[in-house]
């Protein structure tokens, strides 16, 4: 079993950052990839960004391309997601996932483990 716990979560204005961060603990071992997803009031679950956490390979939605960084520190067992120029589109809660078996995974199941999620909110 992995554990995830995100934090960082909050109210920014619009054109604001953020930085969430996503602790794993538990058989790490186990994981090839972290991801970020993220989930608006009526709106399916969405994937934002991967990463894998043997080379650092990184990919993004379209949507947050030049905006957001996903990043992790393999000794400190944690993920980041920088997300810089918000806008109101971006407010969800936002979910950091780990994968046993998929890299670059972009579907929900995809990834094995899942956090509690963190509320994001960017006002106009």
């Known amino acids: 079993q992995v554990q995830l716990v995100e934090s960082g979560g909050g109210l920014v204005q619009a054109g604001g950052s953020l930085r969430l961060s996503c602790a794993a603990s538990?058989?790490?071992?186990?994981?090839?990839?972290m991801g970020w997803f993220r989930q608006s009031p009526g709106k399916e679950r969405e994937f934002v960004a991967t990463?894998?956490?043997?080379?650092?390979?990184?990919y993004y939605t379209n949507s947050v391309k030049g905006r957001f960084t996903i990043s992790r520190d393999n000794g400190k067992n944690t993920v980041w997601l920088q997300m810089n120029s918000l806008t109101p589109e971006d407010t969800a809660v936002y979910f950091c996932?780990?994968?046993?078996?998929?890299?670059?995974?972009?579907?929900?199941?995809?990834?094995?483990?899942w956090g509690q999620g963190t509320q994001v909110t960017v006002s106009s």
């Open positions: 996932a780990a994968s046993r078996g998929v890299v670059r995974g972009t579907r929900t199941y995809d990834y094995d483990y």
């Open positions: 538990g058989r790490t071992f186990s994981a090839r990839a």
């Open positions: 990463i894998t956490w043997t080379t650092g390979t990184t």
